[in-house]
């Protein structure tokens, strides 16, 4: 067990209802810029009609995938979008039509090698369900004689508040899930595998457990976790199932290890037996001051104002958050758009400001950090501008994951401040 979490309450209210499948949306926004890497290029212009599954932006970056059509419909415009993490993109928005047809393109891809799989992988269009938006297929496209890897580790820690997507998944979609952990074993010749997931959900402990029994799959184990916050963390998560420590600079491949999200993994198998990319997210829909907390499937791009009438909220929201409530990103446009990486929308009520006050030296933030860093210590050197004392205290370490700023008695924001010393740090490579 990690010493250093925090316990947060858990407001899982959505956690045992079946996602639900709205109406579709009168339009969609789609962000050509989904993943961390390059943005995509339309294939596509304004007035052309295109089809659901339609491959409408892509890019010859290696860091970067395809982006498809969630609906059929009309390119209406091609406008400039300011994301809820700040980046500006650019996005097509689409006039959806009557009746939804499947592009000709949909249909399951022939794996045959490795080089397929990976091939198919990124024709998918898959990134990290997770939040993060790695490039799936880059993920996957280690050198075996440089990195070997001997373990998959599956991300089924859903450690924030509200959030329940990827628990959904498991129990509506727990076959996927085993057959996506075989389908990356087998093609990457990964001998074990390793599922990680919060004693709190002995629902979906018990049918991946059943499975892996039926099928006899000894190479797949489950890793009930503690319930502290933050396991879904890469780094932690790997030292909780592993007990390997990723050092700084150093990714999960140098210990041995590849983590892939649980929902990630189940989309690849859905893929492999259709062929129709990831087009749409299932969404947590929760917060205060939302009547019915539930999942919904939406197409990729249905913009906010379209998300409020499926939250059947009691008064207008104050705050709207995408994501969690600890990483998560405030929205303040109705038209932002859902994107590959929305997992969850939140809808507060009255959102109390709190005012900072001067630190008091109780240490509560050094004593909830996971990766043991001194967080006082560090916005003190970045008040400084203490660019060498920041890297010796190893600010890049820090997760965003705002346990300190959570614990603070004096409300600070410790780890925004965190998250600015970084990009001192990345201005000050010298």
């Given amino acids: ?35 961390i890497g390059a943005p995509c290029e339309p294939l596509v212009k304004i007035g052309d009609n295109v089809l659901t599954g339609q491959m409408i932006g892509d890019s010859n970056a290696l860091i970067s995938v395809p982006v498809h059509s ?69 993920k996957l496209s280690f050198d075996k004689s440089k990195t070997p890897v001997n373990t998959l580790i599956i991300n089924a820690a ?37 599922i990680g997931i919060e004693k709190d ?41 592993t007990g390997k420590t990723i050092k700084e600079g150093e990714l999960p ?30 969404l947590t829909i929760d917060g205060d001051i939302v009547n019915n907390a539930k999942n919904i499937f939406v197409p990729v791009g249905t913009p906010l104002e379209e998300l409020i009438k499926s939250a059947n909220l009691r008064k207008t929201p104050d705050r709207i958050v995408f994501g969690g409530p600890m990483m998560g990103f405030s929205a303040y446009d109705m038209q932002t758009p859902v994107t590959k990486t929305t997992g969850a929308v939140l809808f507060f009520g009255e959102f109390n400001k709190t005012t900072e006050s ?19 210590e560090l916005n003190t050197a970045y008040d400084a501008n203490n660019i060498p004392l920041l890297r010796r205290l190893k600010v890049n370490l820090c997760m ?11 409300k600070r924001n410790i780890c925004e401040k965190n998250q600015l010393a970084k990009q001192l740090l990345k201005e000050n490579k010298s």
């Fill in 70 to 138: 969630s609906v059929t419909g009309t390119v209406e415009d091609e406008v400039k979008i300011l994301s809820v993490d700040g980046r500006v993109s650019r996005a097509l928005v689409i006039k959806t039509a009557p009746l939804n047809k499947m592009h000709e393109s949909i249909k399951p891809p022939e794996i045959t090698d490795k080089a397929s799989f990976l091939k198919a992988v990124r024709n998918s269009g898959s990134v990290g369900l997770g939040g993060a938006g790695f490039p799936t297929y880059v």
């Fill in 158 to 194: 859903e450690c924030e508040p509200f959030v329940t997507g990827d628990y959904r998944e498991i129990m509506e979609n727990s076959r996927n899930v085993f057959e996506g952990i075989e389908l990356v074993m087998k093609h990457l010749e990964i001998p074990k595998a390793v």
């Fill in 400 to 410: 965003s994951c705002s346990a300190c700023s959570f614990v603070c008695p004096a």
């Fill in 201 to 241: 959900k002995p629902k979906a402990i018990a049918l991946l457990s059943d499975i892996i029994k039926e099928k006899n799959a000894d190479g797949i184990t489950i890793k009930p976790l503690p319930l502290k916050y933050p396991q879904g963390a890469e780094k932690i998560l790997i030292y909780q199932t």
């Fill in 1 to 35: 067990m990690i010493l250093n979490a925090v316990k947060l309450p858990e407001y899982k209210d959505s956690a045992e209802k079946k996602t639900e499948t709205p109406p579709l949306p009168a339009k969609v926004i789609i962000s050509l810029s989904q993943n």
């Fill in 253 to 282: 491949l140098h210990s041995g290890c590849l983590v892939l999200n649980v929902s990630t993994v189940s989309f690849l198998a859905e893929y492999m037996k259709t062929g129709v990319p990831l087009i749409t997210r299932r």
């Fill in 358 to 376: 001067a630190c008091i030296r109780c240490g509560k933030c050094i004593h909830v950090c996971s990766m043991n860093l001194s967080p006082y």
